[in-house]
T-cell receptor
Framework: NAGVTQTPKFQVLKTGQSMTLQCAQD?????MYWYRQDPGMGLRLIYYSASEGTTDKGEVPNGYNVSRLNKREFSLRLESAAPSQTSVYFC?????????????FGSGTRLTVV | GDSVTQMEGPVTLSEEAFLTINCTYTATGYPSLFWYVQYPGEGLQLLLKATKADDKGSNKGFEATYRKETTSFHLEKGSVQVSDSAVYFC?????????????FGQGTILTVHP
């Protein structure tokens, strides 16, 4: 029972480099989300995908792009990393995009941009 | 917009003490309310939820009651254990244009000493 799997777990980038964070879920969930977690600020939504084939911006989308590759996979891309993107990134999924469903979270990717 | 405010932390308790972590919210609609817990180095896990006013969510000895009149969802546990040491997040989700998206509080760090 893997749940939500994120790769990599740790990454160090230089300013201006690009990378893709991978996320996959095996629960047949329809909705997937990317959050970033910064000290004292809780979690902030970057992008989400309510269902396969759709994506929408969240609270802090600047500097990021996403791809809902299929129902299982939802990737987050940083095209030109900046130190302000140093954070812990969490992927999550839910059965449906309704307000009553909780999320299942991955274990996170700790990204440092130097 | 929608927001969640948690009591300032960190909270430090002795084992078997009573725990309360305050959470209040502002929402445009009728939200569902959640408590998530994050253990060191891990992703967030759903602890409990309540989807309508006066509902009580409970799990692992933790309880929280959805109070619409005071817009609150305080987390309580009668006797904490060292293993409860973690970061606790209050969150809400509404329908409409914010369909399914979780809005988190800033988190409260709980440390329980033997």
């Amino acid at each position: 029972n893997a749940g939500v799997t994120q790769t990599p777990k740790f990454q160090v980038l230089k300013t201006g480099q690009s990378m893709t964070l991978q996320c996959a879920q095996d629960m047949n969930h329809n909705s997937m989300y990317w959050y970033r977690q910064d000290p004292g600020m809780g979690l902030r939504l970057i992008y989400y995908s309510a269902s396969e084939g759709t994506t929408d911006k969240g609270e802090v989308p600047n500097g990021y792009n996403v791809s809902r590759l299929n129902k299982r996979e939802f990737s987050l891309r940083l095209e030109s990393a900046a130190p302000s993107q140093t954070s812990v990134y969490f992927c999550a999924s839910s059965e449906d995009p309704g307000p009553h469903y909780g999320y299942t979270f991955g274990s996170g990717t700790r990204l440092t941009v130097v | 917009g929608d927001s969640v405010t948690q009591m300032e932390g960190p909270v430090t308790l002795s084992e078997e003490a009573f725990l309360t972590i305050n959470c209040t919210y502002t929402a445009t609609g009728y939200p569902s309310l959640f408590w998530y817990v994050q253990y060191p180095g891990e992703g967030l896990q759903l602890l409990l939820k309540a989807t309508k006013a006066d509902d009580k969510g409970s799990n692992k000895g933790f309880e929280a009651t959805y109070r619409k009149e005071t817009t609150s969802f305080h987390l309580e546990k009668g006797s904490v254990q060292v293993s409860d040491s973690a970061v606790y997040f209050c969150a809400l989700s509404v329908g409409g244009t914010s369909y399914g998206k979780l809005t988190f509080g800033q988190g409260t760090i709980l440390t329980v000493h033997p």
